[in-house]
């Protein structure tokens, strides 16, 4: 997984809760994003952050918030303002020599019960 | 009309056959195209990456990149069963915020 390590692997979630996803890369990369992965819809960007304590939204960002208090880590949190949470979520980053070239966790599948 | 067509498939092939993958674009901008092969329930891997047009060969992959057609293509010789994936197409255009934009992926099934 090219050092990028996302957990849990499964997650379920209950009407009205808040589930924080996590991401955490130890390639050194500036960059970091979330993708949301639904059936036959391929990647869409959800929030991705260029730089410490600075991000930017996606073009799918209702519903979600992020933060970047380190290199490091990247967290999602599904809030309950997103009503089809239901999705294969993916975290990347990107970074030195090559900037354009993301590389992948394995990413955490969300579940509503 | 989406800025990446990728068809969906299924595509189908005995084990040992040439396999060719496509996507289009409309937004002219992109420079660089990348391919990625996703196994079920796992995260996408990076398969080719190329900048601007032209041929790049990897081992029994080859990747094209036409840009006057907005076409790209990904080329596997003697496909095996471990090559069974969905495999995406990935365009960026190298400036600004750096994010990718991909297509919907094909599946793609090598049958033994």
């Known amino acids: 997984d090219g050092g990028i390590t996302q957990s849990p692997k499964y997650l379920f979630r209950k009407e009205g809760q808040n589930v924080t996803l996590s991401c955490e890369q130890n390639l050194n990369h500036d960059a970091m994003y979330w993708y949301r992965q639904d059936p036959g819809q391929g990647l869409r960007l959800i929030y991705y952050?260029?730089?410490?304590?600075?991000?930017q939204k996606g073009d799918i960002a209702e519903g979600y918030s992020v933060s970047r208090e380190k290199k490091e880590s990247f967290p999602l949190t599904v809030t309950s303002a997103q009503k089809n949470p239901t999705a294969f979520y993916l975290c990347a980053a990107s970074g030195g020599e090559a900037q354009n070239i993301q590389y992948f966790g394995a990413g955490t599948r969300l579940s509503v019960l | 009309q989406k800025e990446v067509e990728q068809d969906p498939g299924p595509l189908s092939v005995p084990e040992g056959a040439i396999v060719s993958l496509n996507c289009t674009y409309s937004n002219s901008a992109f420079q660089y195209f990348m391919w990625y092969r996703q196994y079920s329930r796992k995260g996408p891997e990076l398969l080719m990456y190329t900048y601007s047009s032209g041929n790049k060969e990897d081992g029994r992959f080859t990747a094209q990149v036409d840009k006057s057609s907005k076409y790209i293509s990904l080329f596997i010789r003697d496909s095996q069963p471990s090559d069974s994936a969905t495999y995406l197409c990935a365009m960026s255009e190298g400036t600004g915020r750096r994010a990718l934009t991909f297509g919907s992926g094909t599946r793609l099934q090598v049958q033994p």
């Open positions: 952050s260029q730089i410490v304590n600075d991000f």
